[in-house]
């Protein structure tokens, strides 16, 4: 059995272009939910029964902050300054969970839903901030790996990046 580090799991926002990390990132998670509707059977002796309907994703992290807008600062980074004025202007982002071990990518597309910082004496500005997600969450494998989308005559081929996937046959 192969365990993973948590600090292969990078959480990274795509501005112009670019694919950022949060910098400084001490940690970052992926949460899923479905809102359940309740349902009723004739065999269910008194037990509750639900199906899911509407599922929703979160994604949550916190760093240290880095300076990464103003002259001398680090600015292939995301940090509290740039991610608070991306939450500001209501922002749609891609975003992208990845790391250079782990083989899965995950990936979509989401709006800043909180940021905040906290500055206590003595210590390092922090920040921790949430993700709402947009529509549903993407998943990709690293790699070169062949797959098969159930259609015979179709080939896929998923790049290094897990960012495209290139059709092979016609």
């Known amino acids: 059995m192969e365990y993973y580090n948590g600090s292969d799991r990078i959480l990274y926002i795509k501005q112009l272009g670019s694919w950022l990390p949060i910098g400084c990132l001490t940690s970052n998670s992926l949460s899923e939910s479905s809102e359940m509707v309740k349902t ?4 269910n002796n008194g037990w509750d029964t639900s199906r899911p309907s509407n599922q929703n994703y979160t994604i949550s992290f916190d760093g240290l902050q880095l ?40 990936y979509g597309k989401c709006y800043i839903s909180e940021i ?7 210590e390092f500005l922090t ?5 709402v997600g947009y529509g549903e969450p993407k998943v990709r494998t690293l790699g070169e790996f062949v797959l098969n989308d159930g259609d015979p ?10 960012d495209l996937i290139i059709k092979t046959k016609d």
Request: no cysteine; charged share 25%.
């Open 40 to 43: 009723t059977t004739r065999d």
């Open 67 to 106: 300076n990464t807008t103003v002259a001398g600062g680090i600015f292939t980074a995301m940090s509290y300054d740039k991610l608070k004025l991306l939450k500001r202007n209501r922002i749609l982002l891609d975003w992208k969970i990845q790391g250079t071990l782990f083989p899965v990518v995950d």
């Open 116 to 122: 905040s910082e906290a500055s206590a004496v003595d």
């Open 127 to 131: 920040f921790t901030g949430t993700l």
């Open 153 to 162: 005559d179709v080939i896929l081929v998923t790049n290094t990046d897990a």
